[in-house]
């Protein structure tokens, strides 16, 4: 950006309904979702160096899915990363496979989360090559990649560009075209350059829970086996079902391209937990994507 332009800033159409819309209650409603991961003292080089590649969390409202949330968030403390490659569904149609914003920042009580149209720019000249590209989109509504912003404000240490991906088109050559393109931009950054990546994911939708917990189960089952293609497979055949099931994919493989051969499953729930009706739940897990061989013991 040149000196003397305003930024251009998205504002939040969620702050205040899905989380609290000031400051001061959204760090208290954070601490009561980390509440049950008390951080650990961790040397600087163990928090810095343990393999972490990515995370995959939910996205409902924090009363619902936040702890769930923090579980895998936790891993972030003390962790500074310069780019979160963050990969979302669309809940809303656009004329365009795969979306990103038109905005310079994201805001959120927080403050402001930049993002970087310079690697975009290069990821959308990646895409073409499997004949994608990324429609920028501005005033865009869509909750499930905002809502991680926060998580990401309150964990990590120092400033992060984010490159926001929301996908419409979540079939399996999508997916695995993103991961690729997704690659070959993380191989040209600076290598002193650290990058997250982040899918977000509800699981299964207004089932009553001893159905949810079945289609849940399967999903988490063939998360924990990082396979793309039976993930798909459990998909199309009824056995599972989650809004992110590209995103989830698309990091999957990515993770993988990247060294990864470990899922940890960190936490599992539905919206029961919160609401005390299971006659029709949402589903929610987070999971963390790691090298095993810099698991710590």
């Given at each position: 950006?040149?000196?003397?332009?305003?930024?251009?800033?998205?504002?939040?159409?969620?702050?205040?309904?899905?989380?609290?819309?000031?400051?001061?209650?959204?760090?208290?409603?954070?601490?009561?979702?980390?509440?049950?991961?008390?951080?650990?003292?961790?040397?600087?080089?163990?928090?810095?160096?343990?393999?972490?590649?990515?995370?995959?969390?939910?996205?409902?409202?924090?009363?619902?899915?936040?702890?769930?949330?923090?579980?895998?968030?936790?891993?972030?403390?003390?962790?500074?990363?310069?780019?979160?490659?963050?990969?979302?569904?669309?809940?809303?149609?656009?004329?365009?496979?795969?979306?990103?914003?038109?905005?310079?920042?994201?805001?959120?009580?927080?403050?402001?989360?930049?993002?970087?149209?310079?690697?975009?720019?290069?990821?959308?000249?990646?895409?073409?090559?499997?004949?994608?590209?990324?429609?920028?989109?501005?005033?865009?509504?869509?909750?499930a990649?905002?809502?991680?912003?926060?998580?990401?404000?309150?964990?990590?240490?120092?400033?992060?560009?984010?490159?926001?991906?929301?996908?419409?088109?979540?079939?399996?050559?999508?997916?695995?075209?993103?991961?690729?393109?997704?690659?070959?931009?993380?191989?040209?950054?600076?290598s002193s350059?650290?990058?997250?990546?982040l899918?977000?994911?509800?699981?299964?939708?207004?089932?009553?829970?001893?159905?949810?917990?079945?289609?849940?189960?399967?999903?988490?089952?063939?998360?924990?086996?990082?396979?793309?293609?039976?993930?798909?497979?459990?998909?199309?055949?009824?056995?599972?079902?989650?809004?992110?099931?590209?995103?989830?994919?698309?990091?999957?493989?990515?993770s993988k391209?990247?060294?990864?051969?470990?899922?940890?499953?960190?936490?599992?729930?539905?919206?029961?937990?919160?609401?005390?009706?299971?006659?029709?739940?949402?589903?929610?897990?987070?999971?963390?994507?790691?090298?095993?061989?810099?698991?710590?013991?």
């Amino acid at each position: 950006m040149k000196q003397g332009q305003t930024l251009d800033v998205r504002p939040s159409p969620i702050a205040g309904m899905w989380y609290p819309g000031d400051e001061s209650h959204l760090r208290a409603e954070l601490a009561g979702c980390f509440g049950a991961y008390p951080q650990q003292d961790l040397a600087e080089s163990d928090a810095e160096d343990d393999g972490l590649i990515a995370l995959v969390v939910p996205h409902a409202g924090y009363i619902y899915s936040g702890t769930t949330a923090a579980a895998a968030f936790q891993a972030l403390r003390g962790k500074s990363y310069q780019k979160v490659i963050l990969v979302s569904p669309s809940h809303r149609a656009y004329a365009a496979p795969l979306i990103t914003s038109g905005h310079d920042a994201y805001e959120t009580p927080l403050g402001l989360v930049p993002v970087d149209h310079q690697s975009l720019n290069r990821l959308n000249t990646l895409l073409q090559e499997d004949n994608l590209s990324l429609k920028t989109v501005r005033f865009d509504q869509e909750h499930a990649l905002e809502i991680e912003l926060p998580f990401l404000q309150y964990t990590l240490k120092g400033d992060f560009q984010i490159l926001p991906v929301m996908m419409l088109d979540q079939r399996e050559k999508t997916a695995r075209a993103l991961a690729r393109a997704l690659f070959e931009l993380i191989q040209s950054f600076d290598s002193s350059e650290k990058v997250l990546l982040l899918a977000s994911t509800d699981l299964s939708h207004f089932h009553h829970q001893r159905v949810a917990s079945e289609l849940d189960g399967a999903f988490i089952k063939v998360l924990q086996s990082g396979d793309v293609s039976q993930l798909y497979r459990a998909s199309d055949s009824g056995k599972t079902e989650a809004c992110g099931l590209g995103p989830t994919a698309t990091v999957l493989a990515l993770s993988k391209m990247l060294g990864a051969n470990k899922v940890n499953i960190m936490d599992y729930r539905d919206s029961s937990y919160a609401s005390g009706d299971k006659s029709s739940v949402v589903g929610y897990v987070s999971a963390i994507i790691r090298r095993e061989d810099y698991e710590h013991v």
